[in-house]
């Protein structure tokens, strides 16, 4: 089944140490997203990608980075995690950018800060 | 800017009773409206979703939501309640200006046996 597919699952880092979370999908989708989602709070966007043009939302902090090296796949760099960045990271994707174009979510890499 | 209020942060209801979810927006004209579904530890599943057309709108699993313009609300409904719904529910909104989903701050919703 073509769908968004997130690894790990759960990923530990220590304070201070750079983190990558992985984000692939089959269903060529023009359009992968990044949300921060913390503890019992809404999700939150942080960046996007359009092909390969990258758009970041105002408030998301330099310590996130972001890579798209080709259609399939997406990467989330955090450089210097702190306890706060804690959280669920979710990907999505979109056929299109359009405000209609549905968004189809994977399960979530769960980081954990030590 | 634009905003999605979810009122309720926790709902508890018996199993096979009703159930609604309530959401309110804000935003100068008419946005697209989602109903996402989350089960505890995994990502986000779409219930529904309006553009535009008949503002009742039918989703997955028996959930139906009504856009109501006048009362800028798109208040999520199903007519009776399985265990296997209990989750966290998010409605949001997206506009035409930018790819931005805008989402409430969820309703989490318990189902008593």
């Known amino acids: 089944d073509a769908m968004v597919i997130q690894n790990p699952r759960y990923q530990v880092t220590q304070f201070g140490k750079p983190v990558t979370l992985s984000c692939s999908q089959t269903l060529n989708h023009n359009v992968m997203y990044w949300y921060q989602q913390k503890s019992s709070q809404a999700p939150k966007l942080l960046f996007h990608y359009y092909d390969k043009d990258f758009n970041n939302e105002a408030d998301t902090p330099d310590n996130f980075q972001s890579r798209r090296p080709n259609t399939s796949f997406c990467f989330l760099d955090i450089r210097s995690p702190g306890l706060g960045d804690a959280a669920m990271y979710l990907c999505?994707?979109?056929?299109?950018?359009?405000?209609?174009?549905?968004?189809?979510f994977g399960p979530g890499t769960r980081l954990t800060v030590t | 800017a634009q905003s999605v209020t979810q009122p309720d942060i926790h709902i508890t209801v018996s199993e096979g009773a009703s159930l609604e979810l309530r959401c309110n927006y804000s935003?100068?004209?008419?946005?697209?409206l989602f109903w996402y579904v989350q089960s505890p530890g995994q990502g986000l599943q779409l219930l529904l979703k309006?553009?535009?057309?008949?503002?009742l709108v039918q989703g997955i699993k028996g959930f139906e939501a009504e856009f109501k313009r006048s009362q800028s609300s798109f208040n999520l409904r199903k007519p009776s309640v399985h265990w296997s719904d209990a989750a966290e529910y998010f409605c949001a909104l997206r506009v035409n200006a930018g790819n931005m989903l805008t989402f409430g701050g969820g309703t989490r919703l318990m189902v008593k046996p």
């Open positions: 309006y553009f535009s057309g008949d503002t």
């Open positions: 935003y100068g004209a008419t946005p697209y």
């Open positions: 999505a994707t979109s056929r299109g950018p359009e405000s209609w174009d549905e968004q189809y």
